[in-house]
């Protein structure tokens, strides 16, 4: 399984950004599709956006659509999450995820998981 390190997460004011990386070990990383969940207080685990294993597909949440951006270094074995126009609902503890090849939106289907880096918006 690969190992996962988020970084970039912190204390931004509503409408403002961040830039979220996942660093991942092992030299299989580009057969791994990537996603980026979220766990706020008292809620569950969320989906936000995933990557293909090529880059080539993203999906995003709805309540992310135009303001987040997934994006996968192959060369680097990262995986970002460039957030704007943050609000402060998007508060949250933000995960990335991996899993083998197929791209998915649900958090049971992956396997490997990182730690998770705490954005805080305030308003």
């Known amino acids: 399984q690969v190992q996962l390190v988020e970084s970039g997460g912190g204390l931004v004011q509503a409408g403002g950004s961040l830039r979220l990386s996942c660093a991942a070990s092992?030299?299989?990383?580009?057969?791994?599709?990537m996603g980026w969940f979220r766990q706020g207080p008292g809620k569950q685990r969320e989906f936000v956006a995933a990557?293909?294993?090529?880059?080539?597909?993203?999906y995003d949440a709805d309540s992310v659509k135009g303001r987040f951006t997934i994006s996968r270094d192959n060369a680097k074995n990262t995986v970002y999450l460039q957030m704007n126009s943050l609000k402060p609902e998007d508060t949250a503890v933000y995960y990335c995820?991996?899993?083998?090849?197929?791209?998915?939106?649900?958090?049971?289907?992956?396997?490997?998981w990182g730690q998770g880096t705490q954005v805080t918006v305030s308003s």
């Open positions: 995820a991996a899993r083998q090849l197929v791209i998915k939106t649900t958090p049971t289907e992956y396997s490997s």
């Open positions: 092992g030299r299989t990383f580009s057969t791994y599709a």
């Open positions: 990557i293909s294993y090529s880059g080539e597909t993203t």
